[in-house]
């Protein structure tokens, strides 16, 4: 990879910087705090997208500029590509991030993360390993000489990038726990796999032995089964044979009962012949009383009597009737004045209402006007009341334009945020000023040579550096006092505007004017509503005048109800009556009285005697019992008749019975014989049921486990999943297990030591024989243990001298860049001469003029450093410079 130009634009202090680099030795000269540094930051961010201490985008970006730029240009064999990456503010706190890569002028890449996938495919090595071997950070020259022996194998580490394989081992041990501990969760589901698979198995082996068995209580019951049919026939027959005699008992009994009944009936019929020699002088005795003899003529007597009684009670009724028509009559005339004033004042109420009904739209119009006005004084009170609350809670708090206000706020804050910004960068800036102050402070005290260019100075010409160096501190420091001082007055002045602004955007900032506006809105309606009340309010007071008087006749005629209700009673209930037809019917009911009287009369005279009514009730009874004795009379010879035939029924019965008797003791005769199989057949039977009961419970006891093996198969369905994940669980913690063991120490980090101690020990052999320096040979063991040998004895690293240690360090950084790359093609170094003495920088200028320069070794340097003495040894050399603020750079 050869660099070959760079284009900063809005980046850091650069405004707009382009570098063209070519092969050879580039040296980048300026004073500390003039932007070096910032060409390494764009280039990292152009290729990587990385910031300075993980410092955020947007402070990349040149202050007082809304965007930032680098653009940088390589080639690899004959490919030339093209990278860019922008960053811009979008709004107050947005960033906007552009990107893309070009190969040949033709696009392979866009966007931040697609261009930086990229840039790893195109240098085949990883981001780290890349930085780490390519870039030379400032103090890190003598890092794989310096420190302890395990910082020293830490640093190799980091840059062959073994470091990054004991990372990507720790993770995946992070992830062998993580799946260990997700496999816990699993382990239930295993043993109860297990422990279902086992209890299947017990079912089916309970269901072999029971198969079993249930074969041979099969092969019993048919044996059973048949001997019992041989028995049947007799069974059945002794069954039919008891049916028989309960059949024939039966019979029996009936007869008997008939013969019973027959007897009694017998007896009966005798008792009614002896009581008939009675009925002839009970006939006669009956037909001689004068009650029964002229029935008739006192029937027509008590119909009469009857009639009588109904007349007498219906001349009560009409009497009663012509007294309470007479005593209404006179209660009408009493109230009918009231009535006429009653009817006076309706049709009156009738003509107010009238009046009312016609001016009523008016009023109506009227009185919703004044509810409507009353009812805007209510709101707008409320409305003014909540105005003022709201007021009250936004403070002093300008509400009149908040649409503007808010404007403003937001303008100002985005102007104090960007202020914000700029300070934070000049703090940083003055920071790093005061750190290299510090730097050339402590270098200079007991020394007598001038940190920057290494002539020798007095100490006077110290004192007044010293003097110099601190004021300039100083200065810094006040300046530092003031950013810091303004940072925090402008966090007071963010945060007060924030609460401002943020109370402008609260619900009760956005109700005022919604409020102002309703309650002036509510005001012109009120005004529009009582001028246009006055043209309705004659109507109105017309209206109120007719309400009046309706309500005073509505009040007479509630008084007047209760007498107007009994005026319509009385005149009602009068027409509902002729007093002419009751007066015509209580005359008719008279006379017809008096002719039923005389009938009476006449009828008592006939008889010599006046019935007694209750003696004449039982005319009736004598004449049932008349005709019941004549018909008992008639009944005799046929009750003769039917005693004969009673008596031939009994002797017939009494021979069936006597058949009934001999056939039931031949049957019980027969069922003596057969009760013998009946036992036998009752104990096979329940031999035979029993043997039944035991081959269901089998046959159930089958069918219930097979229903548990279907519940296990269903459970062990439902847990195979889990089941399932845990032996990929355990089959990727074995295959995790193998990686982890290969990407740790012992595994391919093992290998990768020993190829690079003994690639890295020759490859720093043959720098350190360019160098012509006097060792006899060098070795770096597995563990990154650096030995030197010299003049036959091996030599402590500390023992070395400055330039000695100089061209180990350079010859080191060369082999492992070399080792990790393939090749070395460029080498970038930022102030590689820091903390350097003199002589150790003038080692360092030797091995660069006589060693590095040309392509032999390494094709292309870029050496960024302070001591401009080293562009004597540059094939090309640039200066950084700043004015105002803004870096230049100066091609040499």
């Excluded at 893309?100 to 495919?121: F, Q």
């Excluded at 409020?515 to 005004?527: A, G, P, Q, Y």
């Excluded at 994940?725 to 063991?741: F, H, M, Y």
Aim: proline share 1%; charged share 35%; with cysteine.
């Amino acid at each position: 990879m050869i660099i070959e130009s760079i284009h900063l634009k809005n980046f850091l202090s650069h405004e707009d910087s382009e570098i063209n680099f070519d092969p050879g030795i580039n040296i980048i000269t300026g004073k500390n705090g003039a932007g070096k540094t910032s060409i390494l930051d764009a280039m990292k961010f152009a290729l990587f997208s990385d910031s300075r201490n993980n410092e955020k985008n947007i402070e990349m970006i040149k202050k007082g500029k809304k965007n930032a730029e680098v653009t940088i240009t390589f080639r690899i064999n004959n490919d030339e590509y093209e990278i860019f990456r922008s960053l811009g503010i979008k709004g107050s706190k947005n960033l906007e991030r552009l990107s893309y890569a070009k190969k040949n002028g033709l696009l392979i890449a866009e966007t931040y993360e697609g261009v930086t996938s990229e840039i790893s495919k195109i240098l085949n090595v990883s981001k780290d390993v890349f930085k780490n071997s390519v870039f030379v950070e400032q103090g890190q020259m003598d890092s794989l000489i310096s420190g302890t022996p395990k910082e020293r194998k830490q640093v190799f580490s980091d840059i062959i990038g073994l470091t990054l394989l004991s990372k990507n081992a720790d993770k995946i041990g992070k992830i062998i726990g993580m799946l260990r501990s997700e496999s816990e969760q699993y382990l239930s589901s295993e043993l109860k796999i297990d422990t279902y698979k086992e209890n299947i198995k017990n079912l089916e082996n309970e269901n072999q032995n029971i198969a079993r068995e249930l074969e041979e209580m099969k092969n019993t019951e048919l044996a059973l089964k048949e001997e019992l049919n041989g028995l049947d026939k007799n069974i059945k027959e002794l069954n039919g044979l008891r049916e028989n005699i309960k059949f024939y008992e039966k019979r029996r009994a009936d007869i008997e009962n008939s013969i019973e009944r027959i007897k009694n009936d017998i007896n009966k019929l005798n008792n009614q012949l002896s009581e008939s020699a009675n009925l002839s002088m009970e006939i006669k005795k009956i037909e001689e009383n004068p009650y029964y003899s002229m029935r008739k003529i006192m029937d027509e007597y008590f119909i009469k009597k009857r009639d009588l009684e109904k007349l007498q009670k219906s001349i009560s009724d009409i009497s009663s009737k012509i007294e309470t028509y007479n005593k209404n009559m006179e209660n009408l005339k009493a109230v009918e004045q009231r009535h006429k004033i009653y009817e006076r004042n309706k049709k009156l109420l009738d003509e107010k209402k009238s009046l009312m009904a016609q001016n009523e739209v008016n009023f109506r119009e009227y009185e919703h006007m004044l509810y409507r006005i009353e009812q805007i004084k209510n709101q707008q009170k409320s409305m003014v009341i909540q105005l003022n609350s709201l007021k009250a809670r936004l403070g002093n708090i300008n509400t009149d334009n908040i649409e503007e206000e808010k404007l403003r706020i937001g303008n100002h804050m985005e102007d104090l945020e960007r202020e914000k910004i700029s300070i934070k960068k000049d703090v940083a800036s003055l920071n790093r000023d005061n750190i290299e102050l510090q730097q050339n402070i402590n270098t200079l005290q007991g020394k007598s040579v001038c940190p920057l260019c290494g002539s020798k100075l007095t100490d006077d010409h110290i004192k007044n550096i010293l003097n110099e160096y601190n004021l300039k501190r100083s200065e810094n420091f006040q300046r530092l006092n003031k950013l810091v001082e303004r940072n925090q007055e402008i966090d007071n002045e963010l945060k007060r505007l924030k609460t401002v602004h943020d109370t402008l955007n609260s619900a009760d900032a956005s109700a005022i004017p919604a409020l102002l506006h309703d309650i002036s809105v509510m005001t012109s309606e009120r005004d529009k509503l009582t001028g246009e009340m006055e043209a309705f309010k004659p109507q109105y007071d017309a209206y109120k005048q007719l309400e009046a008087e309706v309500k005073a006749l509505e009040a007479d005629i509630n008084a007047g109800e209760r007498a107007e209700e009994e005026y319509n009673r009385l005149k009602g209930f009068l027409e509902s009556m002729d007093i002419n037809e009751l007066n015509k019917e209580f005359n008719n009911y008279n006379n017809e009285v008096n002719e039923i009287i005389k009938n009476l009369s006449d009828i008592e005279g006939k008889l010599n005697f006046v019935p007694d009514y209750n003696v004449y009730n039982n005319t009736y009874d004598l004449q049932s019992r008349l005709k019941k004795l004549m018909d008992d009379e008639k009944l005799e010879s046929a009750i003769r008749a039917k005693i004969d035939m009673y008596k031939q029924n009994m002797e017939s019965m009494e021979e069936d019975l006597n058949k009934i008797i001999r056939d039931l003791k031949d049957q019980n005769d027969r069922i003596r014989l057969l009760e013998n199989d009946e036992n036998k057949y009752a104990e096979l039977r329940a031999e035979y049921d029993e043997l039944s009961g035991k081959i269901n419970l089998a046959i159930a006891k089958m069918d219930t486990n097979n229903l548990q093996k279907d519940h296990y198969n269903l459970e062990i369905k439902k847990y195979s999943g889990d089941y399932e994940r845990l032996k990929k669980i355990r089959s990727a913690i074995v295959n995790l297990e193998k990686i982890r063991g290969a990407f740790d120490v012992n595994g391919i980090q093992a290998l990768i030591r020993k190829d690079a101690s003994a690639s890295i020990t020759n490859l720093t052999r043959k720098y350190l024989m360019s160098f012509n320096l006097d060792f006899d040979d060098i070795s770096i063991d597995e563990n990154f243990n650096i030995k030197v040998s010299q003049n036959s004895m091996e030599q402590t690293l500390e023992s070395l001298s400055g330039g000695e240690k100089t061209a180990l360090a350079i010859a080191l950084r060369l082999s492992v860049a070399e080792y990790v790359l393939d090749r070395i093609s460029t080498v970038i170094m930022d102030e590689p001469t820091n903390f350097l003495d003199e002589d150790r920088r003038n080692n360092l200028k030797d091995i660069i003029q006589y060693s590095l320069k040309g392509e032999t070794n390494i094709p292309q340097m870029i050496i960024i450093t302070h001591h401009s003495e080293l562009t004597s040894v540059a094939d090309n050399s640039y200066e950084v410079v700043k004015e105002n603020g803004t870096s230049h750079v100066i091609s040499g």
